[in-house]
T-cell receptor, first 115, second 109 residues
């Protein structure tokens, strides 16, 4: 069984629709992250959370919101999707420890297409 | 402004030879550097890391070298195998990880 799961794996939606991407983990990690990957741009951090009561903006948070419903669940929402949010989205987790030197464990990704 | 740069989008090597993937960074406050490997249709997986207080870390066929004065790190894979064919991301950070754009490595049999 996968330690970090993302649903849905693929989604096609229309401009203006609200979309929620969900992430669950069974690793017992406190820290969770949302990234997006665009061709030629690598991985960019959208939001991150160090525990249930902690939410932080990343590099590209505009147009996105998140919810940390429990230690194991971290959801990413697009309130009104636009075409330039078409990308591959990854959730990741890491253990509380020596700062960011700890490895992050990534989910399989959600491919989102906004028409 | 890219804080982590991988200037080679792709690299092709023969099986058994050395693969060298390079990465440059601009932020001298980075405490750690991590390399990730990504196959198509999968999430990135951690490969190897190095602390900013070290200049080398080795794990089997994979070695990462850090040159702080040049703000440069490299990943060496010896010997390269066809299964190493993937996209490799360099990342660095202190409180937040910043990723490079990735280098696609192809190892030819």
């Amino acid at each position: 069984d996968a330690d970090v799961t993302q649903t849905p794996r693929n989604r096609i939606t229309k401009t203006g629709k609200r979309i929620m991407l969900e992430c669950s983990q069974t690793k017992g990690h406190d820290r969770m992250y949302w990234y997006r990957q665009d061709p030629g741009l690598g991985l960019r951090l959208i939001y991150y959370s160090f525990d249930v009561k902690d939410i932080n903006k990343g590099e590209i948070s505009d147009g996105y919101s998140v919810s940390r419903q429990a230690q194991a669940k971290f959801s990413l929402s697009l309130e009104s999707a636009i075409p330039n949010q078409t990308a591959l989205y990854f959730c990741a987790t890491s253990d509380l420890g020596a700062g960011w030197g700890n490895e992050q464990f990534f989910g399989p990704g959600t491919r989102l297409t906004v028409l | 402004d890219q804080q982590v740069k991988q200037n080679s989008p792709s690299l092709s090597v023969q099986e058994g030879r050395i693969s060298i993937l390079n990465c440059d960074y601009t932020n001298s406050m980075f405490d750690y550097f991590l390399w990730y490997k990504k196959y198509p249709a999968e999430g990135p997986t951690f490969l190897i890391s190095i602390s900013s207080i070290k200049d080398k870390n080795e794990d089997g066929r994979f070695t990462v070298f850090l040159n702080k004065s040049a703000k440069h790190l490299s990943l060496h894979i010896v010997p390269s195998q066809p299964g190493d064919s993937a996209v490799y991301f360099c990342s660095g950070g202190s409180e937040k990880l910043v990723f490079g754009k990735g280098t696609k490595l192809t190892v030819n049999p």
